[in-house]
């Protein structure tokens, strides 16, 4: 059974910083890609950031490029979110996602399998 586990969300002012974990058990991401994802009330669920587990590859939606870094430690089977800088807008429960794919998806549809989700939230 795949489980991801998110943490590290919170409360924090703007121009603050985060830095969430999603822990993989289950299964061995080596081939995985690794996405985060978020969700603000009432707004659908969008791509944030993603990196190919074997490559390092990573993508950035426009949005968070130069505040947000993607990492992973393959010995710990976990993904790292670092968010800087962070801004009211930001403000939404982040889902860590794994796909077995090779190529980065961009849509939530070409995740498998998803964690419970961490709520950041970003005081002005």
């Known amino acids: 059974q795949v489980q991801l586990v998110e943490s590290g969300g919170g409360l924090v002012q703007a121009g603050g910083s985060l830095r969430l974990s999603c822990a993989a058990s289950?299964?061995?991401?080596?081939?995985?890609?690794m996405g985060w994802f978020r969700q603000a009330l009432g707004k659908e669920r969008e791509f944030v950031a993603a990196?190919?587990?074997?490559?390092?590859?990573?993508y950035y939606r426009d949005s968070v490029k130069g505040r947000f870094t993607i990492s992973r430690d393959n010995a710990k089977n976990t993904v790292y979110l670092q968010m800087n800088s962070l801004k009211p807008e930001d403000t939404a429960i982040y889902y860590c996602a794994a796909d077995p794919g090779v190529v980065i998806g961009l849509t939530p549809n070409e995740y498998d399998h998803w964690g419970q989700g961490t709520q950041v939230t970003v005081s002005s």
């Open positions: 289950g299964r061995t991401f080596s081939r995985y890609v």
């Open positions: 990196i190919r587990w074997s490559g390092g590859s990573t």
